[in-house]
Structures are given as structure tokens and as C-alpha cells.
């Protein structure tokens, strides 16, 4: 079974830093992989989609890359902001609607 | 892109009772899916609702606990039946949107005391 894995579950970091969140992954045989944002109390808003034959995307200030054979991801926020205080969830896609997501990291940008 | 409505937005519900929670989407999608998220924990899928045929249950979840509705490709309901504080989760609700892309509903958060 696919196990999905994010370090480091907290971070608190200082306006204006970049920073790296990481998501890996235990069975390489993913379709896809998405990495959300979520709000306290609130649902989940999808920040970057990366097919399993891409390397990476690009949104704003987001960079996600995806290295199936290390079964691993990272998103890349570039300039912290307050506004980015979140939590963040990865989740592998396989073939039949299979998704799995991971516990998430909670990162809190310090104005 | 999808959105997606869900109410009730929160609730506290008494042990024993059952509680539907609706989803609205803004447009036609074959597939919606049902998530629980307990407290500090991940996204667990609960079910996959087709429209016109019986929803598919994962593994730990079962059809009399949770019965699903999809009377249409816009809309559906899940049921949190016979409720437990064990039951105490966000409920959300999701689609497959252009592109492989997953959208969420708002959730629904549900304190069962």
C-alpha cells in the first residue's frame, strides 16, 4: 500500500525566506501528484498538479518537481508572505482514482 | 476550474443521531468522492459515488454507517449514520476537475457529543 510521508510536520519561518517543503512517497507506480493548500477549518485548494511524466511545475511563486525513482517531491515557495501560513498536503494519484495524501506540513510565516 | 458548495458548513450532532451533508457542484462530473479528515489526521477516502450506479466503499467503511446519494451528475449526499464522538470529523467532498485536477468543497465539520 502507498504510504505518503511529509517533513517536517511544522515550520515557522521569517517573511521573505524561501523554503522547501517535502513530500515522499513508497510506491513510485503513481499517476500523478498534487500538492494543496489548506486553511484552518476550511477545505482543500489545489496549488499544482505534476503528471507522472513531468518534473515539475510552476505557479507564481510555487515550484513543485517530482523524482519518481526516489520516489520523492518538493514544493518551493519563493518569498514567504504571511498570506502563505497554511497547511500543505501532497497526494499520489494511481490508476483508478486511487489518491493518497500525506499528514501534511504546517508552516507559519512570521511577519 | 469546479466549486463546490457543502452544507451544512458545521454542526454539533447528538450521539445516536444521523447527520446528511450536501454537496453542489457547478457542473456535471461523472465522479465525486467523500473524504474524512479527523482531527489532526490526513485525508482518508470514504467512497466514490457514481452518478446512476451504488457508491464504491474503501476498505473500513461501510454502505449502513455511511449511505451515499447521486441522484445527478451536479450533486450528492453523504449520511454519517447512528453517530459516535469517533465520528467527529471534517467531511469533504471532492471532484475531478480539466486536467486530472482535484477540487475540494469546503468541508463540513461535524462534533458529535
Known amino acids: 500500500k502507498q504510504e505518503v510521508t511529509q517533513i517536517p510536520a511544522a515550520l515557522s519561518v521569517p517573511e521573505g525566506e524561501n523554503l522547501v517543503l517535502n513530500c515522499s512517497f513508497t510506491d513510485s507506480a503513481i499517476y500523478n501528484l498534487q500538492w494543496f493548500r489548506q486553511d484552518p477549518g476550511k477545505g482543500l485548494t489545489s496549488l499544482l498538479l505534476?503528471?507522472?511524466?513531468?518534473r515539475e511545475q510552476t505557479s507564481g511563486r510555487l515550484n513543485a518537481s517530482l523524482d519518481k525513482s526516489s520516489g520523492r517531491s518538493t514544493l518551493y515557495i519563493a518569498a514567504s508572505q504571511p498570506g502563505d501560513s497554511a497547511t500543505y498536503l501532497c497526494a499520489v494519484e494511481h490508476t483508478g482514482n486511487q489518491f493518497y495524501f500525506g499528514t501534511g506540513t504546517s508552516l507559519t510565516v512570521i511577519p | 476550474s469546479a466549486v463546490i458548495s457543502q452544507k451544512p458548513s458545521r454542526d454539533i450532532c447528538q450521539r445516536g443521531t444521523s447527520l446528511t451533508i450536501q454537496c453542489q457542484v457547478d457542473s456535471q462530473v461523472t465522479m465525486m468522492f467523500w473524504y474524512r479528515q479527523q482531527p489532526g489526521q490526513s485525508l482518508t477516502l470514504i467512497a466514490t459515488?457514481?452518478?446512476?450506479?451504488?457508491?464504491?466503499?474503501e476498505s473500513g467503511f461501510v454502505i449502513d454507517k455511511f449511505p451515499i446519494s447521486r441522484p445527478n451528475l451536479t450533486f450528492s449526499t453523504l449520511t454519517v449514520s447512528n453517530m459516535s464522538p469517533e465520528d467527529s470529523s471534517i467531511y469533504l467532498c471532492?471532484?475531478?476537475?480539466?486536467?486530472?485536477?482535484?477540487?475540494f468543497g469546503e468541508g463540513s465539520w461535524l462534533t458529535v457529543v
Open positions: 459515488a457514481n452518478q446512476g450506479s451504488e457508491a464504491t466503499y
Open positions: 505534476i503528471q507522472s511524466s513531468q
Open positions: 471532492s471532484v475531478r476537475g480539466s486536467g486530472n485536477t482535484i477540487y
